[in-house]
């Protein structure tokens, strides 16, 4: 068998890497903070460009709701985001985000009377989900994880694009066999984190953790999977019912929401803090304490 030939990779000088880095640290590229929640984009500093988050709840815990409500903020900065909500649908999603906007609970299925989406929701508001800078897939059952790429680059691309968000990561995977389906986790998020080291985009993914009966989500090793797509992220965020700590301080009421930071690659200082997200009827959610800061 003949020797292979590897040919020698590229190099750059340490010159220019340095002249880079201070270009980097003097005009670090533009994260995309959300005005309607301060306190989240203070503490991780936005959702920045080339990196990959991981969201993971328990079964029931809102996590689309969240996403809706991110949305919703987005579409009120007008800052271009792609959503993939393969679980619920993307008319479903709407709909979240609409009820995240009035308030009310619009996605029960009952029928809403007109005066009152007149009167809550009107014309300027109607004007301003068309015009919003937001694209949705029409997928809404299994394709694969080069699909989803090729999706968010076009994207991207065409529509500039800053931030995707993909629920969730089980319609993602190849999977025939269980003992498979870490592997698979696995490769479809090295591939997601490669696209996004490689792009100006920020990809939110929702993952399920290991436990199965709404127990609470306490690390990033509950996330469920192997340990690799955990190491790769490079934020992990943790969407829990308050914690009885914060309801027996009255920091949070049982319909509020519990945001730990478990990991944040470029805010080491972040992890440990918890945000308390106040529910509003179980569509809106508006910041409240921030607790726990571990330093």
Request: glycine fraction near 6%; hydrophobic fraction near 40%; charge should be neutral.
């Amino acid at each position: 068998m003949k020797n292979k030939v590897v040919l020698p990779t590229q190099f750059e000088s340490a010159a220019d890497a340095l002249g880079q880095s201070f270009e980097d640290m003097l005009k670090p590229p533009p994260s995309v903070k959300l005005s309607e929640f301060e306190k989240f984009s203070y503490l991780t500093g936005g959702f920045r460009p080339k990196e990959f988050t991981i969201l993971c709840g328990a079964t029931g815990t809102g996590k689309t709701t969240l996403l809706a409500n991110w949305s919703n903020a987005m579409i009120s900065d007008n800052v271009p985001h792609f959503v993939a909500s393969v679980e619920t649908g993307r008319h479903d999603f709407i709909r979240r985000i609409i009820s995240a906007r009035v308030g009310e609970d619009w996605n029960t299925g009952d029928p809403v009377a007109i005066e009152r989406v007149k009167s809550r929701f009107g014309e300027r508001e109607i004007m301003r989900m068309q015009n919003a800078p937001m694209y949705l897939s029409l997928y809404e059952n299994r394709f694969s994880v080069e699909q989803l790429i090729s999706d968010i680059k076009f994207m991207v691309e065409t529509k500039g694009i800053k931030v995707a968000m993909i629920d969730n990561l089980n319609f993602f995977l190849e999977v025939t066999r269980s003992v498979d389906q870490n592997i698979e986790m696995d490769r479809v998020i090295h591939e997601i984190i490669i696209f996004c080291k490689q792009t100006d985009v920020h990809v939110i993914m929702v993952m399920h953790p290991k436990k199965t009966d709404n127990v609470r989500v306490e690390s990033e090793f509950d996330v469920k999977g192997s340990s690799g797509a955990v190491q790769e992220a490079q934020n992990v965020l943790l969407w829990n019912r308050p914690g009885e700590d914060l309801i027996a301080n009255a920091n949070a009421t049982l319909t509020d929401r519990e945001l730990k930071i478990a990991k944040m690659r470029r805010r080491g200082l972040a992890v440990g803090s918890r945000i308390v997200f106040q529910g509003l009827n179980g569509v809106t959610y508006r910041e409240g304490d921030v607790v726990c800061q571990s330093r």
